[in-house]
């Protein structure tokens, strides 16, 4: 039931009930009152007729009494204008006449019968001049009773009036009972009321007080001022017991809430702490209802993802690297920015150094290690070599020994070289001028040679001739027919000769081309000579120099090899030093080599590109 | 009397530990508070911090909330590594960690006075019936 309904039940209903009960009481105080007017009226009338009775007893006893005593009275009234005239007539005309039951209508018609007799007879008694004794005896005889008639009429209608007033008075009484019974039902059911109602607000008081707690509860669990929240308890369906069910409801879906961003915020937390720790392979599996708290956790996703990815290939990278595998580079995303790509730029600088270094370092191991074996092998040699010369000094030794007898007996050959030197020079000369005129004399040959090809070339061309002569004449011959035969045959014979001639001509030139062909060897050999002669003067005199040189060289020689004696002497020393040093160098050498072997064998190692 | 420490208005312990309770990582605040280092919690079970005067039944709950894969909440008593202690508000989440195993995920704010208080009194009865 809701509010409104338990006030407008409470209040609406205390309102509507004592309205009604007042109306009812109204009512009834109206009908009473109107009943207790005519119970007035009623008393009004029957006083009237009492004392309309009483007023005709006494009318009677003083009428009773006047003729008793024989007096006469007087009268003026009639049965109209008397009292009970006044009253009668009109009552016979009201409707209250009309309805009165009939036998009290019929007492009330006696009634005024017998009072218009009584009238009668009294004024006629009244009008006569002196006392009449029939009539005073009439009178006395009837009016008793004329007046026990109307009595009686008066009566009955005073007896139904009367009872009237009975039944009113016993309405009246009922009616009362009826306010009385009101009232009482008006105070239980607002006591009923007063009660329930009481009830009500206590009950809305406490649910308030409820709701007022539960809200406060609800706020301080809001602002966090407690940690835990229990729903609120509000009996009953009314708009609080509504009310606290929707905060119910929101207390759970808040509490649902806050849980959810906990849980999200606690996996920040872990998972911010483990980023600052280095760890960055984690994510924020939780999800909020609230957009600011989700775009957070997605946000950080987001990011973790990123460095994570640029990180794992940082790491896989720099790994590479100290595997000395120098190839790949970390491929740099373009949204990257500052110091996450200084960093990639850096490594892949360094990368690029690296190789480039270990580019260089194979290179140059592979020459080192070139050199060195070359070295290794030069320094064995020239280890050999200097034991080898050690040995060869000695022998040196013995050698400096000849070659200063040499080089005397060199002195001395180089003086008789030189005589020999001026002979050849002589003989050369007269080689030379033999060989120009051998020269000049071929030359004579080729011009003789050429005045006999000219001869052969006439010779030639009179055989060609000849021939053509010899064959004009067979041709002649032929034409003088069997006269002409004898001279054919000479034309023939001509005609051989020709030929003959031609052939030897042709022989002739044969020989002297060849005769000109060695004319030319011949010129060329003697050219050639005097060119060797000219040569050999050139070097001969050369060698005759020499020859002075070397007898003034041997002289110094003599001074330089007893300085080589001397230097061979230290050369020995030096050259054992040497053997020595060789070998240590060779060691060296070896080590170099090693050293450079592995210096190779690690710059392969490494992959670059 | 050992000493009571009482976390600040914006302290947040957050813990992960696996399926069988064993710690894999702690925050700061959590370690400060507990007076270890990160070192000495992690593989540790997460009774490390357990405190004498908590019921049984408070983590039979607790235990009985999380298998089901509901959220547990709850005061408890921790003890920090030196002897003394500290009263927090927890809420156990299962949650699956970074490498994608069941664990749980716990998450301690401070409670109000007034609830220690409560809670001070209401662990020392169920103590009793223990």
């Keep these: 039931m809701s509010i409104k309904q338990k006030l407008f039940m409470s209040i609406g209903g205390l309102f509507g009930i004592s309205i009604v009960l007042i109306l009812s009481m109204a009512l009834s105080s109206t009908i009473l009152v ?24 006494k009318f009677m006893e003083k009428m009773n009494s006047t003729l008793l005593k024989n007096q006469k009275y007087r009268s003026s009234s009639t049965h109209t204008t008397c009292v009970l005239g006044k009253w009668l007539y009109p009552f016979f005309k009201t409707d209250e006449y009309k309805n009165l039951p009939s036998p009290i209508q019929m007492k009330l018609q006696v009634l005024e019968k017998n009072h218009k007799k009584l009238h009668a007879i009294s004024h006629k008694y009244a009008q006569s001049d002196s006392v009449d004794t029939v009539l005073r ?35 009246a009484d ?123 956790a997605s946000t950080i996703n987001k990011m973790l993802s990123v460095i994570n990815e640029d990180m794992s290939q940082l790491r896989s990278r720099l790994e590479e690297y100290g595997n000395n595998d120098f190839r790949n580079k ?48 030069s320094v064995n040699n020239l280890a050999n070599k200097a034991n080898q010369q050690a040995a ?29 030197g001026s002979k050849v020079n002589k003989a050369v000369s007269d080689g030379m001028i033999l060989a120009n005129q051998t020269s000049q004399a071929m030359d004579s040959i080729n011009e003789q040679v050429s005045a006999i090809n000219e001869a052969i070339t006439v010779i030639d061309q009179i055989s060609f001739q000849t021939n053509i002569l010899s064959l004009n004449a067979a041709v002649e011959a032929a034409t003088a027919g069997e006269a002409g035969k004898g001279f054919a045959v000479v034309a023939q014979e001509v005609r051989n000769l020709a030929s003959r001639s ?59 090899i007893e300085q080589i004696n001397d230097s061979v002497t230290m050369l020995d020393r030096v050259t054992q030093e040497n053997a020595h040093e060789s070998d240590a160098v060779a060691q060296i050498a070896h080590d170099v080599s090693k050293l450079a072997n592995e210096l190779v064998s690690d710059a392969s190692s490494k992959k670059f590109n | 009397m050992k000493k009571e420490l009482v976390l600040d208005e914006f302290a947040f312990l957050v813990s992960e530990t696996d399926s069988k309770g064993i710690i894999r990582f702690a925050n700061d605040d959590f370690c400060k508070i507990a007076g270890y280092n990160l070192e000495e919690l992690i593989g540790q079970p997460h009774s490390i911090v357990r405190h004498n005067d908590m019921p ?68 020392k009865e169920w103590k009793k019936s223990e």
């Design chain 1, 34 to 57: 109107g009943q207790l007017h005519d119970f007035e009226t009623l008393a009004v009338k029957i006083e009237k007729n009492q004392k309309l009775i009483i007023a005709h007893e």
């Design chain 1, 137 to 171: 005896n009439d009178l006395i005889n009837t009016a008793p009773l004329l007046f026990k008639d109307i009595i009686i009429g008066l009566e009955a209608y005073n007896n139904l009036l009367l009872k009237k007033e009975k039944q009113i008075a016993e309405t």
């Design chain 1, 174 to 296: 009922f009616e009362v009972f009826i306010i009385y019974i009101l009232i009482a039902i008006l105070a239980i059911i607002t006591l009923l009321i007063g009660f329930f109602g009481t009830r009500t607000a206590l009950n809305l008081a406490k649910s308030i007080k409820i709701f007022h707690t539960g809200l406060n509860n609800f706020f301080d669990f809001i602002n966090r001022k407690v940690s835990s929240l229990q729903p609120m308890y509000v009996k009953g369906d009314d708009e609080i017991a509504i009310m606290s069910q929707g905060v119910n409801k929101n207390i759970e879906i808040v509490s649902k809430e806050i849980q959810d961003d906990m849980k999200v915020m606690g996996e920040v937390v872990i998972t911010l702490d483990k980023v600052e720790q280095g760890i960055y392979g984690c994510q924020i599996k939780s999800h909020s209802k609230n957009p600011m708290v989700e775009t957070l």
């Design chain 1, 330 to 377: 970390v491929s740099i995303s373009p949204k990257l920015k500052e110091d996450m790509l200084a960093v990639m730029q850096s490594v892949n600088i360094l990368g690029d150094s690296l190789s480039t270094s270990a580019k260089a370092n194979l290179n140059n191991g592979r020459h080192l290690e070139k050199s060195s074996s070359t070295m290794s092998h």
């Design chain 1, 392 to 420: 060869s000094l000695e022998e040196t030794a013995a050698a400096v020994e000849e070659i200063t007898s040499i080089t005397r007996n060199n002195a001395n050959n180089a003086s008789q070289m030189s005589q020999l």
């Design chain 1, 502 to 560: 031609a052939e030897a001509a042709k022989e002739i030139k044969t020989l002297v081309e060849n005769a000109a062909t060695k004319a030319n060897e011949g010129k060329k050999v003697s050219d050639e000579m005097i060119q060797g002669y000219e040569t050999l003067n050139t070097n001969t005199s050369e060698t005759i120099h020499l020859i002075e040189d070397v007898s003034a060289a041997s002289k110094e020689q003599m001074t330089g």
């Design chain 2, 56 to 123: 049984k039944a408070a983590f039979k709950s607790l235990w009985d909330t999380v298998k089901k894969g509901d959220v547990w909440t709850g005061y408890v008593k921790n003890a920090t590594k030196n002897g003394g202690y500290y009263w927090v508000y927890g809420t156990v989440f299962p949650f699956d960690n970074s490498d994608g195993e069941q664990g749980y995920l716990s998450c301690r704010r401070k409670p109000s006075p007034q609830e220690i208080i409560d809670h001070e009194v209401l662990y």
